[in-house]
């Protein structure tokens, strides 16, 4: 299993401003990954985030919107930039630890942009 | 693009009946998971089933796989109003490195006590 403190777990912010969200797990992991949870919808991939390289985002999202960083196995960022009333949501990491193996998630962050 | 759908859209139930919902997806995949969700916190996993499996239980969930159909079950027995909450079920699609997972649109249920 994997415990993960994601980090804020809610803010509100002024658009045109950018947030960044921390995830940390307590183990090392080989895969990372960045969901969003718009108001009353489903999860949707964001980005996969790689260590040492360039995250890969799915159709959709781009690297200048939603930068991501992961410098080491049990730590990653992601940013939303420049931000607009749209991108309220929920933001979400999760962390698989095996193959064939359930996904992990942290508690997510509640975005509010006004 | 959410790949799976899931229905119903929402339940409403007396606490003690069973809930059923069904989730179906598009692709072929390596599992199929299912979670839980309380007022939009995190996701709790409840049970993941692999493409060769047909079935799986833990406690009071049931889950079925059908890769043949694409779809998916989930039966809680004996409901509590505690299980109110959303359920998602999310598919790791065949040959991917990881979970880069698809989900459902959920299922929101209501235990009334």
């Known amino acids: 299993s994997a415990v993960i403190s994601q980090k804020p777990s809610r803010d509100i912010c002024q658009r045109g401003t950018s947030l960044t969200i921390q995830c940390q797990v307590d183990?090392?992991?080989?895969?990372m990954f960045w969901y969003r949870q718009q108001p009353g919808q489903s999860l949707t991939l964001i980005a996969t985030?790689?260590?040492?390289?360039?995250?890969?985002?799915e159709s959709g999202f781009v690297i200048d919107k939603f930068p991501i960083s992961r410098p080491n196995l049990t730590f990653s960022t992601l940013t939303v930039s420049n931000m607009s009333p749209e991108d309220s949501s929920i933001y979400l990491c999760?962390?698989?630890?095996?193959?064939?193996?359930?996904?992990?998630f942290g508690q997510g962050t509640r975005l509010t942009v006004v | 693009s959410q790949q799976g759908e899931e229905d119903p859209q929402a339940l409403s139930i007396q606490e003690g009946e069973n809930a059923t919902m069904n989730c179906s997806y598009k692709t072929s995949i390596n599992n199929l998971q299912w979670y839980r969700q309380n007022s939009g916190r995190g996701l709790v996993h409840l049970i993941l089933?692999?493409?060769?499996?047909r079935e799986k239980h833990s406690g009071r969930l049931r889950v079925t796989l059908d890769t043949s159909k694409k779809s998916s079950s989930l039966l809680i027995t004996a409901s509590r109003a505690a299980d109110t909450a959303s359920y998602f079920c999310a598919t790791a699609p065949l040959g991917a490195a990881g979970n880069k997972l698809t989900f459902g649109g959920g299922t929101r249920v209501l235990v009334k006590p």
């Open positions: 999760s962390v698989d630890t095996g193959r064939n193996t359930e996904a992990f």
């Open positions: 985030a790689n260590q040492g390289s360039e995250a890969t985002y």
């Open positions: 089933i692999r493409s060769n499996e």
């Open positions: 183990s090392q992991v080989t895969m």
